[in-house]
């Protein structure tokens, strides 16, 4: 079997049309500029990538992009007074700090002190606790961006066994609490995980977010799985650099039915879903009705 490659880079681009789309009818309607925030502290090269891209797409769709580029050295108490201006500022609706922060800074504080209500990142404990609940949220990128291709891809995944290979707070543990929101049997592994192989065989639908290179190979897909690959791991390869992901993309695509590729996947689906879910704030902020389908 050859797996169908599922589209991200494609799918992102229809998801910025309709957040354009909702851009343009806040704007003529209700003279409402969507806004977003984006806090980098120091100079990572990745986040400085990430964070340049961020701006782009911010711009490209319509809204206002309001950058803040801060010292490596920049005080905690620093940090904290510009979020509260951004709390503050009715023309951010979004706010975003870049992570990781420098080891002097305390990343839980920091983004605790975010508005929930413009926390785009969805990393706030209230969003966290309300995606628990299943209540209103705003939801972390990554996974939503990996369950909108999931639901374009399958319709209904209410009954599947999903195996989510990854624990973080950014994508494992939100990808699970989706996951279980549209009736999967999920299952959280990770790298303590005994027989990982065999859990992954377990798997209708095998979302791999661990961070290591090519870790999982196509013998432990189950044959016509939907493999959903988050990694993004710079390599060298032959004497050149590659981006690669956590699973064996050759191996995997001969056993799975679908498969995101790297890059193209996963990845263009975060941003879009950053500038979905500044749109969506910013209508909830003006108890305007939300834009379809670009919320779980
Ligand atoms: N660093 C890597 N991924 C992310 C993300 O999704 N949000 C933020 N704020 N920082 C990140």
Redesign the pocket.
Known sequence: MTATIIDGKAFAAKVREKVAAHVRHLKEDHGLTPGLAVVLVGEDPA?QV?VRSKGKQTVEVGMASFEHRLEADTSERALLELIDRLNADPQVHGI?????LPDHLDSDLVINRIDPTKDV?G?HISNVGLLGTGQKSMV???PLGCLMMLREHHGSLSGMNAVVVGRSN?VGKPMAQLLLGDSCTVTIAHSRTRDLAAVCRGADILVAAVGRPRMIPGDWVKPGATVIDVGINRIEDGGKAKLVGDVDFDSAAAVAGAITPVPGGVGPM?IAC?LANTVVAAARANGLAEPQGLTV
């Open positions: 986040s990430y975003l700090v870049q992570l990781p990142d990393f972390p990128c990554t950014i975060t950053l």
